[in-house]
């Protein structure tokens, strides 16, 4: 990540993360408005495609304003992320739908997790094993994490809730959130939202088919949405498994 300072005042920033050899993102593009329009966002954009200039493939989160920009660099538009938001009281949350079949898995909390169980589950998902993101993300204090194992100890999905700063106060907000079925997701999201009442947030990759009917079921209503673009050939990973994206601004 960089920053950029006029004398000792930050007025930008930008990150550029190498996930491996093949792939990286970008993302943290902010410059203060009374300095846009002046060239500093283009110096930083372009320090931040250098770093990451030996990649095939390079990926963003596009507001929509923002899109044509992007193209003139050679990204090109693969799918629409979409930001949900729901409110989450306490009546609400003694009806939440119970999925069935669920005694087939455990629901593991927090500290009890078996992080290679995770991390294995993940590395089939992603553009590239992330264990020191993961230990990281599941191990910190602040929210919940769930994940869902079968009596052999094999994982079949996790998600995270968390706190989160709104325009207006607190919330929450819950990424990743990957399972192996529509249904799996769903029992996930009912455990974390039953235990986390308030605003939460979700943003759902738009190459997953399933995840607009579930959120919909839940009570869940779209809020924004942004355009997932890459430069080079996009990551041969299957999207279908992922509900919940960790973070807009790292991929």
Not at 28 to 44: A, D, M, N, S, T
Not at 127 to 150: C, E, I, N, T
Not at 155 to 166: A, K, Q
Request: proline residues 6%; charged residues 20%.
């Amino acid at each position: 990540m960089w920053v950029g300072c006029i004398g000792d005042r930050p007025i930008g920033c930008i990150a550029g993360v190498k996930y491996n050899s093949e792939y990286g993102f970008i993302g943290l593009f902010i410059v203060l408005p009374e300095y846009r329009g002046k060239g500093y966002g283009l110096q930083l954009w372009k320090h931040a495609l250098e770093h990451l200039s030996d990649l095939p493939c390079i990926g963003l989160e596009a507001a929509q304003t923002r899109i044509k920009d992007y193209s003139k660099w050679g990204f090109s538009s693969s799918s629409v992320t979409t930001r949900w938001e729901i409110l989450v009281d306490q009546s609400h949350s003694s009806n939440l739908f119970v999925v069935e079949n669920s005694s087939n898995y455990l629901i593991l909390e927090d500290q009890d997790i078996p992080s290679l169980a995770v991390q294995k589950y993940d590395a089939n998902r992603e553009p590239s094993p992330r264990p020191h993101f993961l230990s990281d993300w599941l191990k910190h204090p602040a929210g919940k994490v769930l994940a869902l194992l079968d009596g052999n100890g094999s994982c079949h999905g996790f998600g995270r809730i968390r706190p989160c700063l709104l325009s207006h106060g607190e919330g929450w907000r819950i990424g990743p959130l990957l399972a192996d079925s529509p249904a799996l997701a769903h029992l996930l999201l009912s455990s974390l939202l039953k235990q986390h009442p308030g605003v939460v947030l979700l943003d759902s990759p738009g190459l997953n088919p399933y995840v607009g009917s579930l959120l919909s079921k839940l009570g869940f209503k779209q809020l924004s949405q942004t355009l997932r673009m890459y430069r080079g050939a996009q990551p041969p990973i299957s999207m279908e498994d992922v509900y919940g994206l960790a973070c807009l601004e790292l991929g």
